[in-house]
């Protein structure tokens, strides 16, 4: 406001030359007019004493002045004047006003507001069954300007239906339509201010606070909506108190250090303060006395520009201040209207012609404001500096803007047109009422609304209180406007750093929070396993992955899980097909070897066309290990046992009729011997080994019928992967496929272990079990390895079972016939294959010498 240093050299002039003259400043708080507009402001304050002690219904003296309830009072005037003066409104009407003080008492108040309600032309109020007919003095009252008041003055009007538009009062009781159908405002919910509050404390992670409000019916809703708002938004209460009014009692104010030392103790260093100014004076006070350590205190509208806190000495010392004050449009002419009506009221004639006109109400009530006729600079000198900071524009355009609300209400009321209204149409109050839900009004160039619950929705300044001696001086640090916007840069701390208000530091990422105590803000740090994550900055318990995923410890998120199987380019799988290269090379290459020598008695005394299927057979089923390797289908799921045992069937069938033959030569009657082994080796042979497949055949197809093995992909075996495989559903059912080859393999052993070894002669009997007992130590061994290895290497140790299976089978009784073709052929002879040789005939003398000399001995 440019001419607010005008106006204070003006008044300082003015003022300084009538200190003892007595002026008619009050005389101005009423103007006649086609409907009066009553009014309700704070132009005096009580001594509290005199409330204290009341014994008897009298009048109460206002002594002390308020500047605050003038300008506001003045505010009224102004907008009252500029409607009446202008034609867009009420064109060829003229709005009066009766103003009155509120003492900010509730039993001063209510005094002026009976008044208000008295008929029309009288000073009482009469009793009717309806008051529909009824007229009251005044149309609509515009205040007053605490919560305090408008709850009792709300209930009040509202029985006739009378509207009545606040300028100050934001408790969000008053928004219950069902108790207060006649209240509107020019100011926000405390609701709106509230959520500003809470959305500020988190931008600045300050969950661990105290909540402080005055002891009133402010305060304690006040209090009651900021703790289901924290709550609900993750900002913890540390302390929560009430703080008593100033008064003279002094059990009351004794309280007050026990709330300090409450505060203190929690260790919280933001502090929300949602009280009235006079509580908060008792509480500063007593901090600055006592030298309490400096706080941020988050201060409600209600204080956060009040005089009294402000001019208090060194209120620096209490901290930091922040707090929400709704936005309005400047009213730059305001400071000239104020000087204007000053220094009429310094004007004698103008005076002298106010004097004669002694009104009904000033007969009853007495002067509307004594206390104004007798200020002097000094009384207006804290109001004149809050004027040139700015800080109190905000009240004065929501009182402005109060009276263009009730003018429109008249204008939609009356029907008025362009250029003219309905004159002398009598208006009730609740007609006016019924316009204002939800009606639409122009303020300067703000466009204005009254909900449905009569409140109007206007942007917040967030203000910070800048130290300039002698008081402090608010500067706007941001907006919220439903979302919050900061200048950090305007922001002033100690140290040029936010404090931290927190019961425990910020988890690291990957960790959650383990409360501890009875406040959510309060928590110990836990890391997230793995195989979960931390979703949310706020949450309790880690997050698990889905299936498919994996993470690591301390993790923020999941990640997808790869395929795992057993591949052919891993190491394992290479270095077993490396051996199965080997074991395959040496099959073959005695297979080759065997087929050249076909007519040698070697290879016709092993069986000649059964020895090389056996061995054939041998090499199918070190090829069945290729099955296993690769990504699993179930096809080669299905396949990869019977191509494993029934090969192995054929090759053990062979060796079976082997160990046969020769048990039954050297156990059986020579007789007898002859034509078993002449059945042995000739036709019977064949359907021998095709019965022993066909009975491992049958086996198998019930083994796939029965327990037929599938693909499953694993998801918990594995930490960061799916593994895929071909899933047994119990080794009970493996040892199903086994059961064939392991009789015929125990048949062997059993025949050939217990057969005698003739001299002279091959020794069969010896590479069979040798053979057998490598087949038994293999598979007897791959059981407890299957069982006990990783999933994802089972299948390398089933191959690693073949081969090395088979490479013993080779190595203990093939690879020895081969080393005789290659290295011994002397030995491949008839006699020494089938008895008779000359070895025979040398074991024979030899036997025959010595036991001629033990008979020379003996």
């Known amino acids: 406001m440019p001419s607010l240093a ?28 086609d409907y009066i507009l009553g009014g309700l402001f704070p132009l005096g304050l009580t001594e509290e004493a005199t409330l204290y002690q009341r ?38 009407l003229h709005l009066g006003y009766d103003l009155f003080d509120t003492c900010s008492e509730p039993v001063v108040t209510m005094k002026p507001s009976l008044m208000f309600l008295a008929e029309a032309g009288s000073h009482s109020i009469a009793a009717y069954c309806n008051y529909t007919q009824y007229q009251p003095r005044v149309l609509a009252v515009i205040g007053p300007h ?54 500020l404390l988190q931008n600045f992670n300050w969950n661990w606070v105290a909540a402080l409000g005055s002891d009133d019916d402010y305060g304690r809703e006040g209090l009651s909506i900021f703790s289901s708002l924290a709550n609900a938004r993750g900002v913890c209460i540390a302390h929560e108190g009430l703080v008593p009014l100033h008064t003279t009692n002094g059990q009351q104010l004794g309280k007050v250090p026990v709330v300090l030392h409450q505060v203190n103790q929690s260790e919280v260093q933001v502090v929300v303060l949602f009280a009235s100014a006079r509580a908060v004076y008792s509480l500063f006070y007593y901090t600055i006395h006592n030298g309490l350590s400096p706080k941020v205190w988050v201060a409600s509208e209600s204080w956060l520009t009040s005089d009294l806190v402000m001019n208090l000495p060194n209120v620096a010392r209490v901290g930091t201040v922040l707090g929400f004050l709704q936005r309005g449009a400047l009213l730059p002419e ?17 005076c002298a012609s106010l004097n004669a006109e002694l009104d009904l109400e000033e007969h009853v009530m007495g002067l509307r404001c ?66 204002m839900y939800n009606m639409t009004f122009h303020a300067r160039n703000l466009t204005l609304q009254f909900d449905v619950k009569g409140n109007v929705d206007l942007e917040y300044d967030l203000k910070m209180w800048v130290w300039q001696s002698p008081t402090p001086v608010l500067h706007t640090v941001g907006t919220f406007n439903g979302s ?42 836990v890391d997230c396993k793995a195989g979960s994550y931390q979703k949310n900055p706020d949450d309790l318990t880690c997050t698990p992955c889905n299936q498919d995923q994996w993470s690591p410890e301390k993790s923020t998120g999941c990640f997808p899980r790869r395929p795992k199987f057993l591949a052919w380019g891993e190491p394992v799988v290479l270095s077993l097909l490396l051996l199965l290269c080997l074991v395959l090379g040496l099959a073959v290459a005695a297979l080759g070897l065997f087929v050249r020598h076909w007519d040698s008695p070697l290879v016709q005394a092993s069986g000649g066309a059964l020895f090389c299927f056996g061995l054939a057979c041998l090499g199918l089923f070190c090829l069945s290990v290729l099955l296993f390797p690769g990504r699993p289908r179930p096809a ?179 690879l020895p016939k081969c080393y005789m073709l290659l290295w011994l052929p002397k030995l491949n002879t ?9 070895r025979d005939a040398a074991d024979r003398s030899s036997s025959g010498h010595g036991e001629g000399t033990q008979r020379h001995n003996e």
Not at 165 to 182: I, K, N, Q, W
Not at 491 to 519: E, T
Not at 832 to 837: A, E, H, V
């Open 146 to 199: 605490s919560s305090e008041l408008a709850l009792i003055t709300g209930k009040f009007f509202s029985f006739f239906l009378m509207p009545q538009v606040s300028y100050s009062a934001s408790m969000d009781r008053l928004s219950d339509r069902e108790t207060f159908p006649s209240f509107f405002r020019t100011v926000p919910s405390d609701r709106i201010q509230l959520e500003a509050v809470v959305t």
């Open 6 to 33: 005008v106006l204070h050299l003006s008044l300082a002039a003015l003022l300084d030359l009538r200190t003892a003259a007595t002026l008619c400043l009050s005389r101005q708080f009423k103007a006649q007019g």
């Open 484 to 525: 919050l916007q900061l200048q950090p840069s305007k922001m002033y701390w100690p140290g040029n750093q936010a404090p931290v208000s927190q019961c425990s530091q910020q988890c690291k990422d990957g960790q959650v929070r383990r409360v501890k105590g009875f406040h959510s803000c309060c928590y110990d740090c």
């Open 370 to 435: 004594p206390q104004c006729d007798n200020i002097t600079l000094q009384n207006l000198s804290s109001g004149l500096q809050n004027l040139s900071a700015g800080q109190l524009h905000h009240q004065i355009f929501a009182t402005y803007a109060a009276v263009y609300g009730v003018a429109q209400a008249l204008h939609n009321t009356l029907q008025c047109n362009a250029s003219s209204c309905p004159t002398q149409k009598p208006v009730q109050p609740w007609q006016l009422l019924d316009n």
């Open 636 to 814: 080669s799921c299905l396949a990869q046992q019977p191509l494993v045992h029934l090969p192995l069937t054929g090759c053990l069938s062979t060796l079976f009729l082997q160990a046969a033959e020769t048990f039954v030569e050297s156990e059986l009657p020579l007789s007898r011997a002859t034509w078993l082994c002449h059945c042995l080796r000739g036709p019977w042979a064949w359907p021998v080994v095709l019965l022993a497949i066909l009975v491992e055949a049958g086996l198998c197809i019930w083994y796939l019928t029965a327990f037929p093995p599938e693909v499953v992909t694993d998801w918990r075996v594995l930490p960061t992967e799916a593994l895929e495989h071909c899933r047994m559903h119990s080794l009970v059912s493996l040892s199903l496929v086994h059961i064939t080859n392991a009789m015929l393999a125990f048949l062997c052993f059993l025949g050939t272990f217990l057969v005698q070894s003739q001299p002279g002669r091959y020794n069969r009997a010896r590479g069979l079990t040798f053979a057998m007992l490598t087949y038994f130590i293999t598979w007897v061994s791959f059981v407890p390895l299957l069982a006990n290895v990783q999933v994802a290497y089972q299948p390398a140790v089933q191959m690693g079972a073949i081969l090395f299976c088979a490479l013993g089978i080779l190595a203990t009784f093939h």
């Open 55 to 92: 014994t008897q219904p009298n009048s109460i003296l206002c002594t002390r002045f308020s500047p605050l309830g003038l300008y506001l009072a003045m505010a009224m005037k102004m907008a009252v004047e500029e409607i009446n003066n202008g034609s867009a409104l009420l064109p060829g």
């Open 830 to 838: 008839q006699e020494f294959f089938q008895g008779g040789g000359p």
């Open 334 to 350: 305001f400071a000239h209207y104020v000087e204007t009506r000053l220094a009429l009221a310094a004007d004698p004639a103008f």
